[in-house]
């Protein structure tokens, strides 16, 4: 059990940090506690058994996921390999390592384990869905299609659906992402599915919703996951994001702070010190900035994780730049995908070099995909490389697509588009008008 407290304890700071220490954190007890409990219990008990180590590894997921806290991750993964250790053709710990190792960020490593699930066991759509999803997150697109569609032909349920949606969304058909998201929530509530993976589907609609620019629809679905998920951290964001695009910010600002106060995640921080400085709390939101610093650096697995979300701020933010091209880089080593390079392009952009910006952005706009974050850093490069036409249609399609993309780089798109004559497209989207 001294492991398992101890994880607890590597966030304290964080929160205390935040300003958002609850009391009774420690003291709060889940069903993934009661689980690691026993599990742990049962090693003990029978410290040659690989299920037990299986369970327990299994528990710390769990834990990981109603959490937010990666370190849980570390955890599980010491209990997999034992199970792997004392029976090395346990497929089902082998496909739980490989979504151990995908969360992680080792997606090589990810794609190993889960393949040799697969290999194991043919029909274990969950391995299937884990070698998918390692294959996205490095760029390998058309195998994660094939992989993703032998998944759904074996079960067609809210685990496939949902991967699926992921996929569509990246390569530009944002309807049928959304319509395979309601597939999932059907059936992740009529087979009874683990509560926060349906409020994870419900919090995923609500996203791309939110992306699209349909506040109603996003503002149901988030409400929906906190209906489903008591406290949903995901949720509660995606709530207070909204609530941001709807300039009812001291809503915002709590909705971050309860976000915050299940887990510290360096974007949530981001987010409420946006909105902080965007009502002039100049200091709340330094204070709110130094968060995202400090959870990027708390341990080795966060180091690992958050690489992109950091560079991804110190570029928003014009702050330390050259870190936040390093970062870009080392990100692209390691992932390939189509925001490997949307960040890479804005870092570069940042540090001066618009022309290799222009490559870059070049590669995260090729599948198609429909975000107005890429737009903007696309119309931004155009901008700076004084190519005022396509400055004009990647800042109006970024405007388009969701005029609530960003607190701050939504006006700079209207202003940019209003100094480069483009007064029609900015009348039709300025004040967050569709």
């Known amino acids: 059990m001294r492991a398992h407290r101890y994880v607890g304890m590597t966030i304290v700071s964080a929160f205390v940090l935040a300003g958002l220490w609850p009391g009774s954190l420690l003291a ?92 194991l066991n043919p029909t274990d759509a969950h391995a299937l869905g884990v070698l ?39 390569t530009g058909d944002p309807e049928g992402a959304l319509e395979d998201l309601r597939l999932a929530i059907a059936d992740g509530r009529a087979g009874r599915r683990p509560r926060e993976s349906v409020a994870w589907a419900q919090w995923q609609l609500g996203s791309d919703y939110f992306a699209l620019g349909r506040l109603p629809e996003a503002e149901a679905q988030y409400q929906g996951a906190l209906g489903t998920y008591p406290n949903y951290y995901r949720a509660l964001a995606g709530l207070a994001q909204v609530r941001a695009a709807q300039r009812r910010y001291e809503q915002a600002i709590e909705l971050y702070k309860r976000a915050l106060g299940v887990i510290p995640l360096p974007d949530y921080a981001a987010a409420l010190g946006d909105v902080y400085a965007r009502i002039g709390r100049s200091d709340e939101a330094r204070r709110q900035y130094d968060l995202v610093e400090y959870i990027g650096r708390l341990n080795a697995i966060n180091k690992v994780i958050y690489n992109r979300e950091l560079a991804y701020f110190y570029a928003d933010h014009d702050m330390k730049l050259e870190q936040a091209l390093d970062l870009a880089k080392k990100e692209l080593e390691v992932r390939k995908d189509v925001y490997a390079y949307d960040v890479l392009a804005w870092a570069l952009l940042k540090n001066g070099s618009p022309r290799e910006a222009l490559a870059a952005i070049t590669e995260a706009l090729k599948l198609g995909t429909r975000d107005a974050r890429l737009f903007f850093h696309a119309g931004m490069i155009h901008h700076e490389l004084g190519d005022a036409e396509q400055t004009r249609h990647y800042l109006g399609l970024a405007l388009v697509t969701n005029p609530h993309f960003h607190p701050f780089h939504s006006e700079t798109a209207r202003r940019v588009l209003r100094e480069a004559g483009a007064e029609e497209t900015a009348r039709v989207v300025v004040g967050g008008e569709r």
Not at 149 to 163: I, P, Q
Request: no cysteine; hydrophobic share 35%.
């Open 28 to 119: 709060q007890s889940t069903s993934a506690d009661q689980s690691i409990g026993f599990a742990q219990r049962q090693v003990t008990r029978k410290p040659y058994d690989a299920t037990v180590y299986h369970r327990l590894g299994d528990a710390y997921i769990q834990k990981a996921r109603e959490s937010g806290d990666v370190t849980y991750f570390d955890l599980a993964e010491r209990a997999l390999r034992k199970a792997l250790e004392l029976a090395p053709r346990y497929g089902d710990a082998a496909r739980h390592l490989a979504f151990v190792l995908y969360s992680r960020h080792d997606f090589d490593g990810a794609a190993r384990e889960a393949q040799r699930a697969v290999d």
């Open 132 to 170: 998918g999803d390692a294959y996205l997150e490095v760029g390998k697109y058309e195998a994660a299609r094939e992989t993703y569609g032998t998944m759904t032909r074996l079960r067609a349920d809210l685990y496939s659906f949902s991967r699926r949606s992921g996929l569509r969304s990246l």
